[in-house]
């Protein structure tokens, strides 16, 4: 038996999910699996990532586990990480047994929002979101298939973090 706060992680490492994004944690080709960036004419940066969601059994503490839903294999989700005014690219696959999406916190069209039950991926599906990373600002992307709370619940939510064009301010 281990003691309070001892956790034999047999797949997920906390550390690394608070200090990792874009996949920076992987060695090269596998990350290339999962994110790619190129420069675009007007300066930005294309963000091009590949998200799936699948039914996944997490263990949450020594010998226990849990019947999640999970983005690409994880609780939360992958963290990702742009620049105001960057084009984001999402390839959206839904190897799970329900419909699932990816609403991202912010500001896109409606057609890349992921709310409207017309929008819900189907098991075996594939979608690509497309939409301008902003405003700044750290925000939440969770799948909005209904219901929501048993989605989320279920583990599907990460974090979209929005650096502002020119980096943060110095910290005093």
Known sequence: ?????EVNFSDFDPSVYLTSWNYNHLASPEREKFYRESKQNDGTTLREYTIYAQDKNVEVAPGVFYAAWAYNGQVPGPTMRATAGDTIRITF???GT???????????PAAMDGSDPVDFVQPGDT????FKAEPAGTQLYHCHSTPL???????????????????LPPVD
């Open 1 to 5: 038996l281990g003691t309070v706060g």
């Open 93 to 95: 696959i839904n190897t």
């Open 98 to 108: 329900r419909a699932h999406t990816a609403h991202f916190h912010g500001f896109h």
């Open 127 to 130: 979608f690509t979101y497309e």
């Open 149 to 167: 709370k048993k989605h989320i619940e279920k583990g599907l939510y990460g974090l979209f973090i929005v650096d502002p064009v020119g980096g």
